[in-house]
């Protein structure tokens, strides 16, 4: 993004009245404010001349949503730098009246980010902090870089393993490992240092280069990998002739284009919730993808899928149940190294009162012709 850092009048009254008590009082304007904390390299070692990036913000960084992406790298944003020494400590030393915000009526929200290398990928950044006359120094938690491993493509069965090290602090909430920029993500527990499993037709089959990437938060400090490419492994050939309806037989084009931007509509004040997929022709498919991936979403309840070569007579493949709500990601895959001999799919959609699959992203099909 090239947007520059904006505090617009009307954000800034929520947040006034979202922030318990109101807003913090200001820092005498005269007194010393300083910033003081050490960076480690992947090794664990002392990282000498390393650039430290303070951000000054009048509302809390969490208003900007992915604040880390979308303002803390936007140019000229930095309000102060400063550069580690040879035992990788740092010190910023500011005036009360530059820990306040511009109007001087109250405290500041400050954060720190340090970028790894250039292609500023990887990094860590800090959790807001505000000073106070009672807390005029701020000690930041120790900053170790961290990086994820590798994944490793099983040319047999088409899956993908990934792997990372344990970060240099606990984490106190799960990873989000991203694949693709969000073409698929996954949370995954703080306690776990692999995932394995995923076959490779999760990811966009037109992309011969993908690239995937690993967040995480441990007590002060977020964590984000560097971003690490390998080849999209994908011998799945997609189905391009495939058409889409619902129930009723009214055409669902957005499911199919490919484009991943339009979105069809299911919910509990519909009668047809069935969506099925015509491939055109007989096909052997080695795999099926759901792709739903859309913010503030909800999907609960039960997909049936099912296949048949007439469109009357249908075999049971795979049920997907299960419950994703605001951030979650559905996203669900089925493969079939086999084959699975069909012309349609099917995807009926159940559950209990009030029962919502909202919207389904797009659908998409592996295979050869019979």
Sequence with gaps: MNKKFLLLPALLAVVSMILVGGCFPPVDENADVYIRGKVLGLDGMPVDGQKIELYKSTAPFWVYGDWLNNILETDGNTFRTATTDSNGEFEIHMTGSDANTPSGSYAAFFAIVVFYDDNRQMAVATEDHVFSNEDLTWAVPEIQFWDVGEVNVDQQTLYMD?????????????????????????????????LTGLPVEVLDPTKSQCSWQ?????????????????????????????????????????????????????????????????????????????????????????????????????????????????????????????????????????????????????????????
């Excluded at 344990?166 to 692999?194: H, R």
């Excluded at 492994?233 to 084009?253: K, R, V, Y």
């Excluded at 493949?317 to 895959?333: A, I, M, N, S």
Aim: net charge negative; hydrophobic share 35%.
């Design 162 to 194: 990934f792997t990372w090290p344990d970060l240099p602090k606990n984490p106190s909430n799960d990873y989000l490992i991203t694949v693709n920029d969000g073409d698929w993500s996954q949370w995954i527990d703080k306690s776990t240092t692999s």
């Design 214 to 370: 690993a967040l995480a938060w441990s007590t002060g400090l977020r964590y984000r990998s560097d971003l690490h490419t390998f080849t999209n492994q994908n011998i799945f050939s997609p189905i391009d002739t495939a058409t889409a309806t619902d129930g009723d037989g009214n055409e669902l084009a957005g499911v199919t284009d490919g484009e991943y931007t339009d979105k069809e509509v299911f919910n509990d004040t519909m009668n047809a919730r069935t969506v099925i997929l015509d491939l055109g022709s007989a096909y052997e498919v080695t795999a099926f993808v759901i792709h739903h991936s859309w913010i503030f979403n909800w999907w609960s309840g039960t997909a049936s899928i099912s296949t048949s070569m007439d469109g009357e007579n249908w075999d049971a493949w795979d049920t997907v149940t299960g419950e994703h709500q605001d951030w979650g990601l559905f996203y669900h895959y089925k493969i079939d190294m086999q084959g699975r001999d069909c012309r349609y799919i099917k995807i009926d959609l159940s559950g209990p009162d009030g029962v919502k699959f909202d919207y389904i992203g797009e659908l998409a099909a592996f295979g050869t012709p019979l």
